[in-house]
């Protein structure tokens, strides 16, 4: 079992749709939890960090489930230029701090 | 500069060839990650850097491939005898300070082609 999974996607919404992506982890012991947005054939960038009471920026809210392990992200009113791969990092402490990033979740917005 | 920034962006290698990767992170960053990037993947951690110490390199895929951060600032990711699968974006990242809450900031990569 891969240590972060995502759904690939692609999804595929129209414009104002309202989307959701999962991500589940296999170590209970990983203390930090990202959402990275990745264009294509550019680097990953934060969204933004999320944190165990859930959190909100603007249309995008990221909420994470300890208990059973996943972290989600929801996108309202999806506009053209969200169209990204939306990746989904863990951290966790073994000796150093590790790093551990999905495949990404491919979507594209469409008009 | 503002940023993290790698050179070349773009190397194509014959098998068999060494090729050295450069990472510039931004000024002041303690924390530097290696990570390769296959096709439709996300990224996969190879090597980390506190300063000048490589405290973590349990995801370099061989021992063909070697980093070295000297100075604690530019690092330089080399791969001796490049091979096919080498073939990926080698993305390089770096952050404030080492804890498990900090933003990364990405460079922009290095595309390789090994034919």
């Known amino acids: 079992r891969k240590e972060v999974e995502q759904d690939p996607g692609p999804f595929n919404v129209p414009e104002g749709a309202t989307v959701a992506f999962n991500c589940t982890y296999s170590?209970?012991?990983?203390?930090?939890f990202f959402w990275y947005r990745q264009d294509c054939r550019k680097e990953p960038k934060l969204l933004m960090s999320?944190?165990?009471s859930g959190n909100e920026d603007g249309r995008f809210t990221a909420q994470l489930n300890r208990a059973s392990q996943y972290i989600s992200l929801l996108i309202r009113d999806s506009k053209l230029s969200d169209s990204a791969t939306y990746l989904c990092?863990?951290?966790?402490?073994?000796?150093?701090?590790?790093?551990?990033f999905g495949t990404g979740t491919r979507l594209k917005v469409l008009a | 500069g503002a940023g993290v920034s790698q050179s070349p962006r773009y190397k194509v290698a014959k098998r068999g060839q060494d090729v050295a990767l450069r990472c510039d992170p931004i000024?002041?960053?303690?924390?530097l990650f290696w990570y390769q990037q296959a096709l439709g993947q996300g990224p996969e951690f190879l090597t980390y850097?506190?300063?000048?110490?490589?405290?973590?390199k349990s995801g370099l895929p061989s021992d063909r491939f070697f980093a070295e951060r000297p100075e604690g600032s530019v690092s330089t990711l080399k791969i001796q005898r490049t091979q096919q699968e080498d073939s990926a974006v080698y993305l390089c990242?770096?952050?404030?300070?080492?804890?498990?809450?900090?933003?990364?900031?990405f460079g922009p990569g290095t595309r390789l082609t090994v034919l």
């Open positions: 990242a770096s952050s404030l300070v080492e804890s498990s809450y900090n933003e990364q900031f």
């Open positions: 850097f506190q300063n000048e110490a490589q405290l973590d």
């Open positions: 999320v944190y165990s």
């Open positions: 990092v863990v951290n966790w402490r073994s000796g150093t701090y590790k790093y551990i």
């Open positions: 170590n209970s012991a990983s203390q930090s």
């Open positions: 000024s002041g960053h303690v924390s």
